[in-house]
């Protein structure tokens, strides 16, 4: 149980172009969803917070015009890189919590961004 | 803000006993866990503690806990090859949602 599915898991795309990634609960309702960013050989920098049904919170320094997120149902949510350039290269992770376990995350596999 | 700190590397051999250490600066925290990178994967959540427990025992996992000098430690006992991964320990603290705060991660390596 408690398995979470990211799509897609690698991207590769041109500078100036969106990209949709979907994290998935499989077999649990999610009513909270986190998105997390990982540079190379660095920890997990939490980006922002998806709750089902409302807009998603932003951590400080995330600009929520170019990461868009979508939390639509209780076992999907969507982040958009808009515009995305080089720099948004990155390994993006998404995390759920089971409705009625606040202690408890699991995490997606990741999806591998990278932008020409 | 809260900050989490871990030694970048650790290599054992194989059958051994490794220990990976984690300090913190926030006494409020609630929730400390423990996850297991492997490369180019998510995060795999290995173990948790609630902050009023000393001591957790999973299996190969004992997890130990002293709030007094805000130290997480996380044993593996009988180190196998296969627990070779990046290892992360994470806290929640009170009034932030459940938002965690990872550390900055520690390779293990596992030699013959």
């Known amino acids: 149980g408690a398995v979470v599915s990211q799509h897609p898991s690698r991207v590769i795309c041109k500078s100036g172009t969106s990209v949709k990634i979907e994290c998935r609960s499989l077999d649990f309702q999610a009513t909270t969803m986190f998105w997390y960013r990982q540079f190379p050989k660095q920890s997990l920098m939490l980006m922002a917070t998806s709750n089902e049904g409302s807009k998603a919170t932003y951590e400080q320094g995330v600009e929520k015009d170019k990461f868009l997120i979508n939390h639509a149902s209780l076992t999907l949510s969507t982040l958009t890189v808009t515009s995305a350039h080089p720099e948004d290269s990155s390994f993006y992770i998404c995390s759920a919590r089971p409705s009625g376990r606040a202690h408890e995350q699991f995490f997606g596999p990741g999806t591998r961004l990278t932008v020409l | 803000g809260e900050d989490v700190e871990q030694s970048l590397f650790l290599s054992v051999r194989e059958g051994d006993s490794s220990v990976i250490n984690c300090t913190y600066t926030?006494?409020?925290?609630?929730?400390l866990y423990w996850y297991k990178q492997e490369p180019g994967a998510g995060l795999q959540l290995l173990t948790y503690i609630f902050s009023n427990m000393d001591m957790k025992q999973d299996q190969r996992l004992t997890v130990l806990l002293n709030k007094k000098d805000k130290h997480l430690s996380l044993r593996i006992a009988d180190t196998q090859t296969g627990d070779s991964a990046i290892y992360f320990c994470?806290?929640?603290?009170?009034?932030?949602?459940?938002?965690?705060?990872f550390g900055t991660g520690t390779r293990l390596q596992v030699t013959l």
């Open positions: 926030d006494s409020s925290s609630t929730y």
């Open positions: 994470a806290e929640t603290y009170t009034g932030t949602a459940s938002k965690l705060t």
